[in-house]
């Protein structure tokens, strides 16, 4: 069991120390100004200063509370609307064009018009977060509940269930798992969409802090920032996926 977990744990390391290397050989290899590319232990140093000496935990738990209300939000309604749209093929014939036609339109696209609208204060930026948030889960709530197998409703009938019951006893704990992928979805685009977001006019998050170090050519906060976003976002991705997988554990008996 332990030398099962230290391969997991030396597989799960091996791909961030290459792309640790493949950085050093980059910065190293004269291809590339090593001015425009700041050396991994000096992202580090510079982590650690704006961790104890600025205002770093105040830019983090800014952009994550705004992810979490505008994935929540999102998630909210895109989840009965997916379920309507899969489970109705009348629905996702009238409804479908304009879904996607609206998930096709870029986030950033839409700033102007929701400054217009919202003005430039945090509702603002959850807009933004909502309809990123919305589109990419409603996609995958429609796509996943269209295809759910019609044959589990037909043996509960068989079996004299109530409507009601289907509904409690089959068709949730079928969508359970599309719901899950939906958050995980929309959570990604979310944090994809969080610098945009922050472009009106932020005064905290790791967005506004990617836009304000790049006015003044500061690189390595600008790689703390990416950096500090990305590791945000897997560890949330990670914990969703413990969730699911203690809440699907029905799913991999059935299926094993």
């Known amino acids: 069991m332990n030398g099962n977990v230290a391969r997991r744990v030396i597989l799960g390391l091996t791909p961030w120390v290459g792309a640790v290397l493949l950085w050093y050989a980059v910065r190293w290899s004269g291809f590339v100004n090593p001015s425009l590319i700041p050396a991994p232990h000096n992202v580090a140093a510079k982590f650690v200063e704006l961790l104890f000496h600025e205002h770093l935990l105040l830019d983090i738990w800014a952009s994550t509370r705004r992810v979490l209300l505008g994935v929540v939000a999102g998630i909210a309604v895109a989840v009965p609307v997916g379920f309507v749209l899969g489970w109705y093929r009348g629905a996702r014939t009238f409804a479908d064009p304009m879904i996607n036609f609206f998930r096709a339109l870029p986030p950033i696209a839409l700033i102007p018009l929701v400054i217009v609208y919202f003005g430039v204060d945090e509702v603002a930026k ?10 990419a889960g409603v996609i995958v709530m429609y796509e996943g509940v269209s295809q759910i197998t019609p044959l589990y409703i037909r043996v509960a009938h068989t079996l004299g269930a109530s409507e009601f019951e289907i509904f409690r006893k089959v068709i949730i704990p079928l969508t359970v798992p599309h719901i899950l992928t939906a958050l995980r979805v929309a959570l990604g685009v979310a944090w994809a969409t969080l610098v945009a977001s ?10 506004a802090m990617i836009q304000n170090a790049s ?10 920032g990416i950096i500090c976003i990305g590791c945000i976002a897997l560890i949330m991705d990670l914990i969703l996926r413990r ?3 203690r809440l699907l554990v029905w799913q991999e008996r059935a299926s094993a």
């Open 198 to 207: 922050e472009l009106i006019a932020a005064q905290r998050g790791l967005g």
């Open 126 to 135: 959850l807009v933004i977060l909502f309809y990123a948030s919305f589109f």
């Open 243 to 245: 969730i699911s997988a």
């Open 215 to 224: 006015t003044y050519f500061l690189l390595d906060v600008i790689y703390v």
